[in-house]
């Protein structure tokens, strides 16, 4: 059987792509530049396609599954050693499970978590807090029309509950809220079931939830839910995050008002008399520990008498919002741990979900796993870290785990997997499309290109292509989506332009994808790396009164706190220059275009330029100017040539960006690329300039990071393009 399917991209070359799939052809077709048959919007995947690629995509299954025989160690011993049945004790006012291993105790009705038990320590939980204690699953919302991304706090106390599974392999415990109408106003519109499972011989328990938003609730928006536990403050003082970010913490004291001193927000504590002299100097704040999704796997904290691990690992990405490169807290003072699921860090309001009156919407966020560890020998206490990060693989590929009892969490032979190659086409830089080890391929709701950033309500599914551009998307569940992609190296955003519909059990060979980036004419000079992130510019060294001595000498840097007051002190008087072809952008490229302090709480907007030469003027030609940013806040950017008053500037992005990423020690936030036309009359043979003006000045915060520049000269023939690649790639080709 043939398939016919026809290709749209979003992208400003008329190009209609047709491909033809069939049981062992794949063959690309180039049309002419008419675009009159493009009824693509029709047209889908449907799992009806055989599966041509097995061999490109093996992995294990894991079915039978029991996670402490899979863990090295002294855990393995333990597991081993305590084969008892879980066990499970009901209480008026709590619950007991346990399984040998350890007891976890939850609050009936509640389903708080006020107690987990093991390896002699008698609770791993701080109940002692003056706020927030124990474990629990929270969310923040607020009604349609709030100002700002706090809203109400909500611990989602349970109403009633019930076991869902008992026998000596598994149990399985819910707590629900549902939606009550007499609440409106004091609780989030959502039916929610809160699960906790312990297995047999395992070493942790495992939490799920399930929110649902049905016909009769009302509009309502949530900006942030997450699983956080509060760890016992004089047990667990050392935090581990990857091999590079761990360190001693200071204590939740040293953050109070004599101990510590508050910088430019809240979060930010400058530790001037902390309880242990050691931390003295140093800053504090948890936006220091953030990463990305694709690298938020495991994390937790060290306690060394006795020796034990407490971490969180979660194995999937396909319930978090926004994506592989969102980025998100992690561990901090408190002691303190976090699963978060849905937030505007790094993204902002745009990552919010909002949902209409009667809106149906279900989602489940997790399972993720707590994960216990314990060494007998205080010396061997840092390989507890190690040993995290092995049972983190063991989740991995278990995944999706068999014995969650929902059927609103899919199994794994309910779940579909796509398989494909993709390939990069820049017209300018090669004549063939070429494979690009590394793009990100995946799935997520139907959208524009790129919107994969933004989308909260959905799931998403991402993988990278190997070096021959291959790409397997395992553990998919049933639903529409579209393919988006992209790839390290060049600017845009690809998406397939047809549904991908994915079913029960489906196996999808999707063929070759072929993305073209926005590329009119040959490039004449480029600054930085088309990577989505600010890394590769000059990130200066922190103020040395406000170090985090965890981030000296590291490669994310980037981290520390307060850079953005350092473009003040690097350029006190005029703003940065940039010359094509004499400087160097990873050393004269500020990270972030920021505004520079005048008074007390007095900015005045930047202007930077950057001067090149162009030896010949093509009259009549349109030069097209590429602006990548890798994060905005609260900016407008304006663009002007050859003239740096001129009014109306030549191009304007409007008021963009709320991810904050400056203030949150992020190197990006979301991504944004602009394309401004450049008619030939406004540049001149000889020296030229650009001046990019940030023209909002209200905040020490409100900037932009670029990502990538690049200016290119009006098209050149379809017949020459390739001819020009070795010099394009040359800055001094002018
Ligand atoms: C949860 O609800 C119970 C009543 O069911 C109440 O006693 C308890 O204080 C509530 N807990 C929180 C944290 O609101
Ligand atoms: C829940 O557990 C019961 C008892 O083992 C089983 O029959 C049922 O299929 C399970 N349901 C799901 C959705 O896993």
């Given at each position: 059987m043939w398939f016919f399917l026809s290709l749209f991209q979003a992208n400003p070359l008329p190009f209609l792509i047709i491909i033809l799939l069939q049981a062992t052809t794949i063959t690309s077709l180039e049309a002419s530049s008419s675009s009159s048959s493009s009824s693509s919007s029709s047209s889908s995947f449907s799992s009806m396609l055989p599966h041509q690629n097995k061999e490109k995509c093996k992995w294990k299954q894991f079915?039978?599954?029991?996670?402490?025989?899979?863990?090295?160690?002294?855990?393995?011993?333990?597991?081993?050693?305590?084969?008892?049945?879980?066990?499970?004790?009901?209480?008026?006012?709590?619950?007991?499970?346990?399984?040998?291993?350890?007891?976890?105790?939850?609050?009936?009705?509640?389903?708080?978590?006020?107690?987990?038990?093991?390896?002699?320590?008698?609770?791993?939980?701080?109940?002692?807090?003056?706020?927030?204690?124990?474990?629990?699953?929270?969310?923040?919302?607020?009604?349609?029309?709030?100002?700002?991304?706090?809203?109400?706090?909500?611990?989602?106390?349970?109403?009633?509950?019930?076991?869902?599974?008992?026998?000596?392999?598994?149990?399985?415990?819910?707590?629900?809220?549902?939606?009550?109408?007499?609440?409106?106003?004091?609780?989030?519109?959502?039916?929610?079931?809160k699960r906790f499972i312990m297995l047999h011989g395992c070493s942790g328990f495992y939490s799920y939830a399930i929110y649902e938003h049905l016909e009769d609730m009302p509009a309502f928006i949530l900006y942030e839910t997450r699983i956080a536990f509060m760890l016992k403050i004089d047990k667990f003082r050392y935090m581990a995050i990857a091999d590079n970010k761990q360190r001693y913490m200071p204590l939740p004291d040293d953050r109070l008002p004599g101990r510590g001193e508050e910088l430019a927000y809240?979060?930010?504590?400058?530790?001037?008399?902390?309880?242990?002299?050691?931390?003295?100097?140093?800053?504090?704040?948890?936006?220091?520990?953030?990463?990305?999704?694709?690298?938020?796997?495991?994390?937790?904290?060290?306690?060394?008498?006795?020796?034990?691990?407490?971490?969180?690992?979660?194995?999937?990405?396909?319930?978090?919002?926004?994506?592989?490169?969102?980025?998100?807290?992690?561990?901090?003072?408190n002691p303190t741990t976090l699963a978060m699921f849905v937030s505007a860090h790094y993204g902002g309001e745009e990552l919010s979900l909002q949902f209409g009156s009667g809106e149906p919407w279900t989602k489940v966020f997790g399972p993720v796993f707590i994960y216990l560890n314990s060494v007998s020998d205080e010396k061997n206490a840092f390989s507890l870290w190690d040993n995290a990060k092995e049972q983190m693989k063991v989740e991995i590929q278990s995944w999706p785990y068999n014995f969650p009892n929902s059927t609103d969490f899919p199994k794994s032979d309910q779940r579909g997997t796509?398989?494909?190659?993709?390939?990069?086409?820049?017209?300018?830089?090669?004549?063939?499309?070429?494979?690009?080890?590394?793009?990100?391929?995946?799935?997520?709701?139907?959208?524009?290109?790129?919107?994969?950033?933004?989308?909260?309500?959905?799931?998403?599914?991402?993988?990278?292509?190997?070096?021959?551009?291959?790409?397997?998307?395992?553990?998919?569940?049933?639903?529409?989506?579209?393919?988006?992609?992209?790839?390290?190296?060049?600017?845009?955003?690809?998406?397939?332009?047809?549904?991908?519909?994915?079913?029960?059990?489906?196996?999808?060979?999707?063929?070759?994808?072929?993305?073209?980036?926005?590329?009119?004419?040959?490039?004449?000079?480029?600054?930085?790396?088309?990577?989505r992130s600010a890394e590769e510019f000059y990130i200066p060294e922190p103020n040395p009164k406000y170090i985090n001595k965890l981030y000296v000498n590291h490669p994310e840097r980037f981290r520390q706190y307060g850079l953005w007051e350092r473009y003040a002190d690097l350029y006190p008087d005029g703003d940065l220059v940039y010359t094509v072809g004499v400087s160097d952008y990873r050393k004269d490229w500020f990270f972030a275009q920021v505004n520079r302090k005048t008074g007390d709480n007095t900015y005045e907007t930047t202007t930077w330029q950057i001067k090149f030469k162009l030896e010949i003027v093509y009259q009549g030609g349109v030069y097209k100017l590429r602006l990548a940013l890798a994060s905005a806040m609260s900016s407008n950017l304006e663009v002007r040539i050859n003239d740096g008053q001129a009014n109306p500037p030549q191009f304007s992005s409007g008021l963009i960006g709320k991810d904050n990423a400056i203030a949150r020690h992020g190197i990006h936030g979301l991504y944004y690329l602009f394309n401004v036309d450049i008619p030939s009359d406004q540049l001149r043979q000889g020296d030229n300039t650009i001046f990019l003006t940030q023209a909002m000045n209200t905040s020490p915060f409100h900037g932009i990071m670029y990502d990538y520049i690049r200016l290119e000269g009006p098209p050149l023939p379809p017949s020459s393009t390739t001819t020009t690649i070795t010099s394009s790639n040359n800055q001094n080709h002018l």
């Open positions: 079915s039978d599954y029991r996670c402490a025989e899979e863990v090295a160690g002294d855990q393995k011993k333990e597991g081993i050693a305590s084969m008892a049945d879980v066990q499970l004790q009901i209480q008026d006012d709590h619950v007991v499970m346990d399984n040998g291993i350890l007891k976890l105790t939850l609050s009936v009705p509640g389903g708080a978590i006020i107690g987990i038990q093991y390896n002699g320590i008698d609770n791993l939980l701080e109940l002692h807090n003056p706020q927030l204690n124990g474990g629990f699953w929270d969310l923040n919302w607020a009604e349609p029309g709030n100002i700002g991304t706090r809203g109400q706090f909500d611990v989602l106390n349970g109403t009633s509950f019930e076991v869902i599974m008992e026998n000596k392999e598994q149990v399985e415990l819910s707590f629900k809220r549902p939606w009550d109408t007499s609440l409106q106003g004091n609780h989030s519109p959502l039916n929610i079931d809240p979060e930010a504590v400058l530790l001037v008399n902390p309880v242990e002299p050691q931390f003295k100097g140093e800053v504090d704040d948890k936006y220091e520990y953030s990463t990305e999704n694709k690298d938020n796997g495991v994390h937790g904290w060290i306690c060394f008498d006795p020796p034990v691990g407490f971490w969180q690992i979660c194995p999937s990405n396909e319930f978090r919002t926004g994506g592989p490169t969102k980025q998100d807290l992690t561990s901090h003072v796509v398989t494909g190659r993709f390939l990069v086409h820049d017209r300018y830089a090669s004549e063939q499309p070429l494979p690009t080890n590394g793009a990100f391929v995946g799935l997520a709701l139907e959208g524009e290109a790129g919107s994969w950033q933004r989308e909260s309500k959905g799931y998403q599914f991402w993988t990278t292509t190997n070096e021959e551009g291959y790409f397997c998307i395992k553990n998919i569940r049933a639903g529409n989506y579209n393919l988006y992609g992209w790839a390290p190296g060049f600017i845009g955003d690809y998406r397939l332009d047809a549904s991908v519909i994915i079913t029960s059990g489906c196996e999808m060979e999707m063929g070759d994808h072929v993305y073209e980036p926005p590329r009119d004419g040959p490039t004449l000079w480029e600054i930085g790396i088309p990577d």
